[in-house]
């Protein structure tokens, strides 16, 4: 089935790591575009005689108008994510969209997110959704208690890292660490890979929902350590990889 292609142009990019750019768009042909939280949007551009299609996570909620976000990386002879992070303020992409089911469950029940790298992006759609952070003011988390845990190399690859930690100081029920697997000597935050971090959160438990985004190799060792080495049920993990 061919997709209803949409115009999406760039009002706003902002550098957040070397390689890593925060672009804001506005969806040309529509007032409302309305979206859930972790969906993600079909970027499709020609390259020579061929169409390019990537997908990209949403990485803010919905807001009650025709806008979206994204954090993407340059990706070494990477055509689409350098056509997007190459996109003056004002240019355009072609797109369809929203889709995905890698979305919050609607039981009420205490929550963990899971990221390495751009795989943030969907908990920041569901985080600024959860505690009204889309500008409705509108408490959705439910009295359910929320962790984030996030993980990367290098300190200079914490995205939205203020952010967070100021919803984490202004929400009881918001918990956010960011942990890296190779530190500096001054870093004062986590230490190590999200795993172990993820472990000390769960404990005994095993009445929470766990998601994970991020590249292969972290998604099935955190898959791992609850399905298998703490004895989970599978329905409990949900995980979306981005390789």
Request: aromatic residues 12%; contains cysteine.
């Amino acid at each position: 089935m061919e997709h209803t292609l949409l115009t999406a142009r760039l009002t706003r990019s902002e550098i957040i790591s070397e390689k890593t750019k925060h672009l804001e768009f506005v969806v040309e042909e529509l007032a409302d575009f309305d979206f859930i939280p972790g969906q993600f949007v079909s970027v499709r551009e020609p390259r020579g005689e061929k169409t390019i299609t990537r997908a990209y996570s949403i990485a803010s909620p919905p807001r009650g108008n025709n806008t979206f976000d994204l954090c993407l990386n340059r990706v070494d002879e990477g055509f689409m994510s350098n056509f997007l992070c190459d996109r003056a303020v004002g240019e355009t992409a072609r797109f369809h969209g929203p889709h995905g089911l890698f979305v919050l469950k609607p039981e009420v029940e205490d929550v963990v997110f899971v990221a390495t790298g751009t795989g943030v992006a969907p908990f920041r759609s569901m985080a600024q959704r959860l505690f009204g952070r889309d500008g409705s003011g509108v408490d959705r988390h439910n009295g359910r208690k929320i962790w984030l845990v996030y993980g990367t190399r290098y300190a200079e690859d914490v995205y939205y890292q203020k952010e967070f930690e100021e919803l984490a100081a202004s929400e009881p029920d918001f918990h956010y660490t960011a942990t890296l697997s190779r530190p500096s000597d001054d870093w004062k935050g986590g230490r190590g890979y999200v795993q172990e971090h993820l472990r000390q959160i769960v404990g005994e438990r095993k009445d929470l929902h766990v998601y994970i985004c991020g590249l292969n190799e972290m998604v099935n060792a955190t898959r791992k350590l609850l399905v298998e080495e703490l004895g989970w049920d599978k329905k409990r993990v949900i995980y979306e990889r981005y390789d």
